[in-house]
């Protein structure tokens, strides 16, 4: 589990969307390696997965489920925004922030995004290309 793992609350999910479709949406969750079950024995869910397989699961069940999961689809993307940064690959993000500010220094990129002083030294070599 590294920094990208996120869990969105589901609360009353059954209510919700229904049995059927919560067990359809379970074996989607499995499919793109995410875990959606009930938290203990109350009647909410929470789904939990790395914030990529998260946004890969809502992009399936909008073009798939888009009606019968609309519950799930909002509050997946409300989740998600929040966590938007972690939704970016780290190449691109390290790119991005040398692009928005050229005088960064590579201790700074490496404070920012935990990476290494081969990737931020990358990341600026990649950005002056442009």
């Known amino acids: 589990m590294g920094d990208t793992f996120i869990t969105i609350p589901l609360p ?30 109350s009647r909410n869910w929470q789904i939990a997965g790395e914030a990529l397989d998260l946004k890969a699961f809502l992009d399936h069940i909008k073009a798939q489920e888009s009606e019968p999961m609309r519950f799930m689809i909002t509050k997946l993307e409300s989740g998600l925004a929040k966590h938007s940064d972690k939704l970016e690959p780290l190449e691109a993000k390290l790119i991005r922030l040398v692009m928005e500010n050229p005088n960064i220094t590579l201790a700074e990129l490496m404070s920012e995004t935990n990476c290494t002083i081969s990737q931020a030294r990358t990341a600026r070599f990649e950005a002056e290309m442009f």
């Open 12 to 41: 009353s999910l059954i209510h919700r969307i229904g049995g059927e479709q919560a067990k359809r949406a379970k074996t989607i969750a499995a499919e793109k390696k995410c875990g959606l079950k009930r938290i203990r024995r």
